[in-house]
């Protein structure tokens, strides 16, 4: 892990600075290191630890930006989720007016249906043909489904680059970047739900990814259970079903 003392534009990397630090909680000091993970300009995770004397916050520093790296694949991953999470939630605010607007014959607010229209592809508007400010739900449908498939999609791959959390564990002290000086949210917490999330989506991915594997890319049946260690009785209930 590159360990510099201000940012830069691209790259992954860790801001160190030792001296005096503040924690928000109670405004209490006392010397330790900060570090902050970033990616390019975007932060991605802070860390503080009390640590006295100069040399040892240095190296202990150095210390945890080696131990978080096997994250940070995951986390410009799970950085992105968020950013389409928040995406997602004004899509689907924006969804609710409009189905409203539908229902009740009035056309969607001019604010509202510019910000709608601003989320939508060109593929999406060419699906959903919005002519006029009177039905817009399903153009608000495309865009909402598409952020959900993206969000998916990410959590799976930061899943899938993510380390045995056993083996390479996230120190506590970790956390989200936070807003107005506040604490953030715990960084380990937030990555196990995120990646319990991806867990899901993969393992209810698993039967109809069985059954094509099966049924149209004529893999055998013993080969599916020789890769998944998913039982024979379970492979045969799924190909009847």
Partial sequence: MDITTGSRDKGVYAIRTVGMQT???????????????????????????EVPGTLAAEERGAAE???????????RYLTVVRRLRGH????????????????????VDEVDAAALRAMATSEEHGQADPGDDYDLAPLARLVVARLERQIDEGLRKALAFAP?????????AWELPGLAG???????????????????S??????????????????T???VQQTTSVSRSTINRLLSA
């Fill in 202 to 219: 993969m393992r209810d991915f698993r039967d109809p990814l069985i059954t094509w594997a099966v049924k149209d890319a004529e893999v």
């Fill in 221 to 223: 049946r013993t080969e």
């Fill in 88 to 107: 997602l939630d004004s899509a689907h605010r924006l969804l609710e007016e409009a189905e409203d607007a539908d229902e009740y014959g009035r056309p």
């Fill in 23 to 49: 924690w928000a909680e109670d405004s209490s000091q006392a010397h330790g290191v900060r570090l902050e993970l970033m990616d390019g300009l975007q932060p991605l995770a802070v860390c503080k630890l």
């Fill in 182 to 200: 506040m604490p953030g949210k715990s960084l380990a917490q937030e990555v196990a739900r995120d990646l319990l999330a991806g867990w899901a």
């Fill in 65 to 75: 930006a080696e131990a978080i790296e096997p994250w940070t694949r995951t986390l």
């Fill in 164 to 172: 045995n959390p056993t083996q390479v564990p996230i120190h506590p």
